[in-house]
């Protein structure tokens, strides 16, 4: 089990150096940074105090170390635009994400979870078939498609509802919508087919044989073990509550993280982007880690390294 | 021995019966190809002509515009049919780079095993962590846009999907034995994988191709949408969809032409997709 | 006459390990053979499952690099695998597998597999008729040829192969098990084809087999494995008609043999050979019926008990026979 968690942390703590690695690699790419991030008509003294503060005149491998320890120490550079720490910028924005998106994260379960559960279990029946339609429009209709068809219905047509901005709670209630019926069909269908996949195991047979009744064997036999690949997914989710709202807060003009990060690439305000990167992979970084923790616990067959290897 | 002989082989092409949807998704697809492919021919304007006079026209109004008109008085149909090209071309050629470097990819690690396969495999875990979306918006931060710069970075989009396939599927050709048998006669690695072990998983490596398809139109339509993908004057789905959004109270039609063309797009490869899976490859996810 | 092939007190370990961060251990699979194969002569390799002999037989073809020792084709040491002096050898050393169905491209016509080495090796000339005179030496028809691998029977595919590898005329041909996977009824067939064929072609072959039966129809000279070494070595008649190490009499005592039974029945008592947990000294000894307490700590060395017969037993050693006189 300590060999398990080790090699689990050994690994995120790999995918973090490589995506410091990538921005790194990237930013080093994309140009001169001091001509990117002060513009091209700067004066060559602003750029010479620019190159020198962060010791763009050094090797490259120490400016590597450099960043790595710049980044570690929490120093993710200012924003070009109004000259404040990234870092804080993106924390500012952080709870007005979380608003839309942990709503939203409890509409899919809500709705994902039973739906798929309910129609594994009365597989092929009418319920079943508008799961399954759901979850393919679900797939095919991107969020902003679904966005701009619940404003056009709800906001300029009838009116109910208002279509942007973060005034009242009315305002998150067309953005919860959006983030929650787009994963609910997701997660219907996954649900469902590890629930029939559990269905469909020799011990769920044996149990039934058994005499036992079918409820029972559902809730004690069932469920348990369709909750395994179903933790996977939700923890994506839980990982993804950061970076899932990028389209759907800049359609609703909502004043979150995703919003941000779209109009820091726009304005190529790097060091905002490089912060939201790494505050989202450290998110998904951290939720896989406990995922994994979580299957240990709920797989006893994993506790003892059958998986360390894989 | 004998009865073996006369037995007739299989006919190569015959169309299997295939359930009302997946006849529709075949036929949509067919339908924005031939689109996409005579796009020059059968659009009615330049896409980008404005028609002053004809501003904010209504779709099914006048014959000249039948699927009326923006807000400078460009021809939505055309524009449409442009998009639809634009999309179609982006989508296609990503899919198809991705494909080609995950394949290669995975065939690199199943040949050289030891530090190659565990670096194609950190490297697929790499990717696989991070939202696509948010490794996009990053680089075109850095780089700035164009359409091979958006093509090639689209391209990244599921090359681990490919590259663990053709891993796997490599591994264990090489364990069957007909890998193993044809370098024995002396062949070239290069021989042994695109002559032999290419075609072998072929049909798992395009069904892969049609699942990933549409996830790649909806990914470029998301970052035009935003703003961040194909750039004006060029339009796309995505594109004319962010620009319509402005119109939304009062054209939605700009906006609903394309988003409806998205969504049938990306549903019909998927039922495609997932049918062909079905009959082809049990296997894959 | 020179040696077709020679492989010098050759020597293979693989490491094997449980878990991401397990022990690591040495098992000798091959451990020090020395054998040669000369031209139009059938070298049979008798052992059981986990003696080495497939190894043995990767290991001749260069497929394997021995770790120790070396093997020499024609007087030239052999290229190292993957190199394209290896590459270019494999015209003249070709290899029949265990399982042809494996062995062959399922998605090609089988005709199309048999000529490839031709296309390999850009041999110019008639490659469809090249294929075709390939075809009718294993005695299939045209017909056959336009097959795919699965539409043909098990006997049938190995024919393909052995085709296949008999298309750029090599001079050693190695066979692993070659019919152990196809019905008794169409081994005798598929062994009587291979006979034809070396005979004449003048092929030198090695013959790896488990079944003294088959090895017997076939092999001139024959060497018994055991856990990775040569137990005895000797002209096929010799070794079947007077076997002299305990391994090799309960072999071929317990293989139905035609005509009266020459030697008593010995049975194998004890564990199936494990290459992982090898016994010290001579390493049948926990099955040995007439182990000396100096087997279980002494490994005996192959010597000659008679000429052109080789055995490795302390019984059997001169200086053991000796003692007993």
């Known amino acids: 089990m300590i060999r398990f968690i080790l090699t689990r942390l050994l690994r995120a703590f790999v995918t973090i150096v490589l995506v410091v690695t990538f921005a790194f690699v990237v930013l080093r790419l994309s140009g001169d940074p001091a001509t990117i991030i002060l513009g091209p008509e700067a004066p060559p003294e602003a750029i010479a105090a620019f190159r020198a503060s962060w010791g763009l005149d050094q090797p490259v491998m120490v400016q590597y170390v450099q960043y790595f320890a710049a980044i570690f120490q929490g120093d993710l550079g200012m924003s070009m635009r109004d000259g404040r720490p990234a870092f804080d910028l993106v924390m500012e924005r952080i709870p007005a994400t979380l608003a839309l998106t942990i709503p939203a994260l409890f509409l899919k379960l809500a709705l994902g979870v039973p739906a798929g559960v309910y129609a594994a279990l009365h597989q092929g029946t009418a319920f079943d078939r508008t799961v399954m339609v759901a979850a393919v429009m679900g797939f095919a209709v991107p969020s902003f498609v679904l966005a701009l068809g619940l404003v056009l219905v709800f906001a300029v047509n009838l009116g109910w509802l208002p279509s942007g901005g973060r005034d009242t709670v009315w305002h998150a209630i067309l953005p919860i919508i959006t983030l929650g019926l787009g994963g609910a069909a997701a997660l219907a269908r996954f649900t469902r087919s590890a629930m029939l996949e559990v269905l469909g195991q020799p011990y769920i047979r044996t149990a039934s044989s058994k005499g036992l009744a079918w409820a029972v064997v559902v809730r004690s036999h069932a469920l348990p073990n369709a909750a395994i690949p179903t933790v996977t997914l939700i923890g994506f989710l839980v990982g993804s509550l950061i970076a899932g709202a990028i389209v759907v807060e800049s359609v609703f003009s909502w004043p979150g993280v995703g919003r941000l990060m779209v109009v820091a690439v726009a304005n190529r305000d790097l060091a905002v982007v490089q912060c939201i990167l790494l505050l989202v992979a450290t998110t998904m970084v951290t939720s896989n880690l406990i995922v994994d923790f979580l299957y240990g616990a709920l797989d006893p067959r994993l506790r003892h390294g059958a998986r360390a290897a894989a | ?285 | 006459m020179s040696a077709l092939l020679d492989l010098h007190d050759i020597a293979r370990s693989y490491v094997t390990r449980k878990g991401l961060f397990g022990q690591r251990k040495l098992v000798r699979a091959v451990d020090g053979i020395s054998l040669t194969v000369n031209p139009g002569e059938t070298l049979g390799i008798v052992g059981e499952s986990g003696s080495g002999k497939s190894t043995l037989g990767r290991m001749a073809l260069g497929l394997e690099t021995p770790d120790e020792g070396h093997v020499t084709f024609d007087g030239a040491p052999m290229p190292s695998h993957g190199t394209p002096a290896w590459r270019a050898l494999r015209r003249q050393m070709q290899m029949v597998f265990q399982d042809p169905l494996g062995a062959l491209d399922r998605r090609l016509p089988v005709i199309e597999q048999i000529i490839e080495p031709l296309i390999i090796h850009g041999i110019d000339g008639d490659h469809r008729r090249a294929g075709l005179t390939a075809l009718s030496a294993v005695g299939l028809s045209a017909d056959h040829g336009l097959r795919y691998p699965h539409e043909l029977s098990g006997g049938q595919r190995q024919r393909v192969v052995i085709a296949r590898a008999l298309i750029t005329d090599p001079r050693l041909l190695v066979c692993d098990e070659p019919v152990s996977a196809l019905d008794v009824s169409i081994q005798a067939q598929v062994v009587n084809l291979l006979i034809d064929l070396q005979a004449a072609r003048g092929l030198g072959m090695v013959f790896i087999s488990h079944d003294l039966r088959v090895v017997r129809q076939i092999a001139a000279r024959v060497a018994v494995m055991y856990l990775g070494r040569v137990v005895e070595e000797a002209a096929a008649t010799d070794l079947f008609r007077a076997p002299q190490h305990p391994y090799t009499r309960a072999l071929v005592s317990a293989a139905p043999s035609p005509g009266p039974r020459r030697i008593e029945r010995v049975i194998l008592t004890g564990e199936p050979p494990n290459p992982a947990a090898r016994p010290t000294g001579c390493a049948f000894h926990p099955r040995c019926p007439v182990a000396l307490p100096r087997c279980r700590t002494e490994a005996p060395a192959l010597s000659r008990i008679a000429p052109g017969h080789a055995a490795a037993c302390h019984l059997l050693s001169p200086a053991a026979k000796v003692a007993a006189r």
Not at chain 2, 45 to 59: I, N
Not at chain 2, 191 to 197: G, P
Not at chain 2, 210 to 234: A, N
């Open chain 2, 1 to 285: 021995m004998t009865d073996i002989a006369n037995a007739t082989p299989a006919p190569a092409l015959r169309l299997p019966r295939m359930p009302w949807y997946v006849a529709f998704g075949m036929g949509w697809i067919i339908f924005v190809l031939a689109v996409a492919l005579l796009a020059d021919v059968i659009t009615p304007y330049v896409f980008t002509a404005m028609d002053l006079k004809y501003r904010l026209v209504p779709p099914f109004q006048t014959w000249a515009h039948p699927l009326g008109t923006d807000e400078l008085g460009r021809d939505v149909l055309s524009r449409l049919i442009v998009s639809i090209r634009i999309s179609l071309l982006i989508a296609f050629g990503a899919t198809v780079i991705s494909a080609v470097l995950g394949t290669t990819l995975g065939f690199l690690a199943a040949h050289f095993r030891g530090i190659v396969e565990q670096a194609v495999l950190m490297l697929a875990d790499f990717q696989a962590a991070l939202p696509f979306l948010i490794l996009a918006l990053s680089v075109l931060a850095f780089f700035g846009n164009s359409l091979p710069l958006l093509i090639g970075l689209m391209g990244l989009y599921g090359w681990e999907r490919y590259a663990r396939i053709a891993r796997g599927l490599a591994i264990s050709a090489s364990a069957q034995g007909y890998a193993t048998a044809i370098t024995q006669l002396g062949a070239t690695p290069q021989r042994v994988y695109l002559r032999h072990i290419l075609p072998n998983i072929a049909s798992t490596l395009i069904v892969s191709m049609t699942l990933i398809f549409p996830e790649v139109i909806l990914l470029e339509s998301g970052l035009s949408f935003l703003g961040l993908g194909v750039q004006p004057p060029m339009t796309s789905l995505g594109n004319m969809v962010g620009y319509g959004r402005e119109y939304i109270t009062r054209a939605a039609w700009i906006m609903l032409c394309p988003a409806t063309v998205i969504v049938l797009t990306t549903l019909a490869v998927s039922l495609v997709g997932d049918w062909l899976r079905d009959r082809l490859d049990p296997t894959l996810g």
